[in-house]
């Protein structure tokens, strides 16, 4: 007769060569929309190339681009679970694959992460590891914070700490110089994200739950320009030696404010757009500016 064990890791073994699980697990995390990705990665870059004491290495920007893309699909995956059954009452992510809460997603989950965790700890320095390793933390803990302060603000805070990151990789003496990018970066993220979830705010008040949109209702648009012209004036600040930088800060105010400016808060494309110029246009606009910073 045969036993429970042998049950159970027959069905995971079932589990681990299904189709099915893996195509699950790839639409749930949304692997092939770069702009996603991009949102993390910037920040990553940002850092890496502030100040940093050596040349730039490939193979360094093809590990910050994969941890971003490895963290954000993940990240992607457990939130959907998470919030699924909030999800199904909100029209831009009822129809999300984890709606229903499937259960096969698990173990591609659980390989994807032993694979590149292996791999982090056996290429990267010990540095890196652990401040990504607070990352995750951070990621774990997101769907739950978001439900007590405001989701954008929890987001940039997590997505903006690819600057530590990028800043540890690239060997930088003394990583407090980086508060400043850090905090361009949580900023920058609560931005993009209060417009891009702006169109869920009836959604989010019938279900109780928290958005900068949902507060500031009909002053949304002036909300996020104040978060903007404070982002601008960071920026600012940390350019004033380098003139190609203040040029590059002036360049990315303009492009936000006329964007701004054009968004429909209540229509779902029009947020979209505005997001996606952000992962495509205004991120690199930022990159060029922070690596003007060590040119100076």
């Known amino acids: 007769m045969k036993s429970r064990k042998f049950y159970y890791f027959s069905g995971i073994a079932r589990t681990f060569f299904s189709k099915e699980s893996w195509k699950l697990w790839f639409l749930a995390a949304r692997f092939f929309q770069i702009h996603g990705t991009l949102l993390l990665f910037w920040p ?72 590149f965790s292996i791999l982090a700890m056996w290429t990267l320095p010990f540095r ?28 940039g805070v997590l997505f903006g700490w690819g600057v530590w990151i990028g ?14 990018k850090y905090i361009v970066a949580i900023l920058w993220a609560t931005e993009y994200d209060s417009i891009y979830s702006a169109p869920d705010q009836c959604a989010d008040r019938k279900l109780g739950l928290k958005s900068l949109a949902s507060y500031a ?10 978060i903007c012209m404070i982002r601008w004036g960071i ?37 979209y757009q505005y997001f996606l110029l952000q992962s495509w246009i205004q991120g690199g606009i930022l990159a060029l500016w922070s690596y003007y910073l060590v040119l100076s």
């Open 44 to 115: 990553c870059l940002w850092g890496y190339l502030f100040q940093t004491n050596k040349n730039i290495q490939f193979w360094e920007l093809a590990w910050l681009f994969s941890g971003a893309a490895w963290m954000r699909s993940v990240g992607c995956v457990y939130n959907d679970w998470v919030d699924a059954p909030l999800d199904c009452f909100v029209p831009r992510t009822e129809n999300r694959p984890l709606i229903s809460r499937p259960e096969g997603w698990k173990i591609p989950m659980f390989c994807i992460c032993g694979f």
């Open 128 to 155: 890196v590891i652990f401040l990504g390793s607070i990352g995750w933390i951070f990621s774990l803990g997101y769907p739950w914070l978001k439900r007590y302060i405001i989701p954008q603000a929890a987001l």
């Open 167 to 180: 800043a540890s990789l690239s060997m930088m003496p003394s990583l407090s110089l980086c508060w400043g």
């Open 217 to 226: 209702r009909y002053n949304t648009r002036r909300v996020v320009l104040g």
């Open 235 to 271: 920026m600012a600040g940390i350019s004033y030696s380098s003139e190609k930088s203040l040029i590059l800060t002036l360049l990315s105010a303009n492009i936000t404010y006329y964007s701004l400016r054009k968004v429909c808060f209540i229509k779902s494309y029009s947020c």
